[in-house]
């Protein structure tokens, strides 16, 4: 009973997207596919245990999902159009009444030359500009990466009830605006596309480094968010942002089992062990970003963080890195998307190539502007490069200052680690 429990797991976790998205597809209804999808995976729980897991597992899954699809068209109406040609089409299927379908009717439902395309068209329909930001993470990582409301809720460390609200917002918004489900007219990819990749970035960056919390890394969030970008990679390989942003998550998760100690502890970049970096996650960056830049016209955003990336990850040592292509990489990525956050980092990359005095200038210009407000990057980073140049008592403010302002407990104890560091 046990295994096929798993089974139904392991399953879902795999499937997931693919039966959404045929789902959708054949009712033309999100909201309802996702639906239809969550209680044929309840009647998988009870089933599967009983009568033993089906020939084809996903294949079981999306018939008993397209056979509630009718049952609530049924419910809706008897004469309904949709119900008519849905029904018509199951029976021609050869999927049998009742509750149990056949374990191998799945067979007849599951066309492997639909699947990309559905799990294209979910992505592109979660991510419609007509949904919040945080609507678009929320409803992706349900209908695409297959998380449970209690799962996001603890990804991001909010009240399940809010992530709830905010799929059902994001659910009702998209029938409220009419979103078809279907991968848009080429023309209309730049738009869309965009919010995807922003998307699976910001899902990423969430799991990298967390901004609250007890732990510094969530991997959970970290590889779904990878696992996403191979997917948009194997659907839209002629894309080089697709690419950059591939190459950037792959680069930055091989990093991983280095920046955190058995307790947990962060581990700074100059005191990793680098024979713990995943190789084979470098080697698939850099081939993605290699690849990147064969099919678009220079690097992009994404790419270009990526190239940063690729510096850390073959260089030996932290005093080996180099810094000056650090720095280039950062000012072209700031002409190209300008933040605070990139000037900061570009400002690190100066401390490193030309000394603490010359990247001090430059995060002092970050503090007049106030962009960084509320943000205890900034005062770590000022905190740092003071310690460097020997003003104590400056650099102790800044990181008393970081300290009151960091979210996440792991962090904040590096933070005050920095902090008794400089005495008394």
Not at 17 to 44: F, K, S
Not at 106 to 130: E, N, Q, S
Not at 165 to 185: D, N
Not at 248 to 269: K, S
Request: hydrophobic share 45%; aromatic share 4%.
């Amino acid at each position: 009973m046990n295994q096929a429990r798993e089974a139904v797991g392991t399953v879902w976790r795999m499937e997931s997207a693919r039966i959404v998205g045929g789902l959708a597809r054949y009712t033309g209804d999100l909201a309802l596919a996702e639906d239809v999808a969550q209680e044929a995976l309840a009647e998988a729980l009870v089933t599967w245990p009983r009568d033993g897991v089906p020939h084809n597992p996903a294949g079981w899954l999306l018939t008993v999902g397209r056979r509630r699809a009718i049952d609530a068209f049924r419910r809706r109406s008897a004469l309904d159009a949709r119900y008519t040609a849905l029904a018509h089409d199951l029976d021609e299927g050869g999927a049998a009444t009742g509750a149990a379908a056949p374990v191998d009717t799945g067979d007849l439902l599951w066309d492997p030359d639909r699947i990309d395309d559905d799990v294209l068209a979910l992505m592109f329909t979660a991510c419609h500009p007509v949904l919040s930001p945080e609507a678009r993470v929320a409803l992706t990582l349900r209908v695409v990466g297959g998380l449970t409301s209690d799962e996001i809720a603890r990804a991001f460390l909010v009240p399940t009830a809010t992530v709830q609200a905010r799929i059902t917002r994001a659910k009702k918004t998209l029938q409220a605006a009419r979103v078809p489900f279907e991968v848009p007219p080429r023309e209309a990819w730049h738009e869309r596309l965009g919010s995807v990749l922003s998307v699976v970035y910001v899902t990423f960056t969430e799991g990298s480094t967390a901004t609250s919390g007890d732990d510094l890394l969530r991997p959970d969030l970290a590889h779904e968010a990878v696992r996403q970008a191979r997917v948009l990679a194997h659907l839209v390989p002629d894309e080089p942002e697709v690419l950059g942003l591939l190459a950037l998550l792959e680069l930055t998760a091989a990093r991983f089992p280095a920046r955190t100690g058995p307790d947990g502890a962060p581990v700074l970049l100059a005191d990793q062990d680098r024979r713990r970096w995943d190789r084979d996650a470098i080697r698939r960056g850099r081939a993605a970003l290699v690849q990147a830049g064969r099919v678009g016209c220079g690097l992009g955003a994404y790419g270009l963080q990526a190239a940063i990336a690729e510096c850390h990850a073959v260089a030996p040592t932290v005093e080996a890195t180099d810094w000056e292509r650090v720095v280039l990489l950062y000012e072209a990525l700031g002409r190209l998307a300008p933040s605070p956050v990139v000037e900061l980092n570009r400002a690190v990359a100066v401390s490193m190539a030309q000394g603490p005095a010359a990247a001090l200038a430059l995060v002092d210009e970050l503090v007049g502007s106030a962009l960084l407000a509320g943000s205890h990057l900034l005062p770590s980073v000022r905190g740092e490069l003071l310690a460097r140049l020997g003003r104590t008592e400056e650099a102790r403010t800044e990181l008393t200052r970081a300290v009151e302002l960091c979210g996440n407990t792991r962090e904040r104890a590096l933070l005050e680690h920095k902090l008794r560091g400089l005495g008394s």
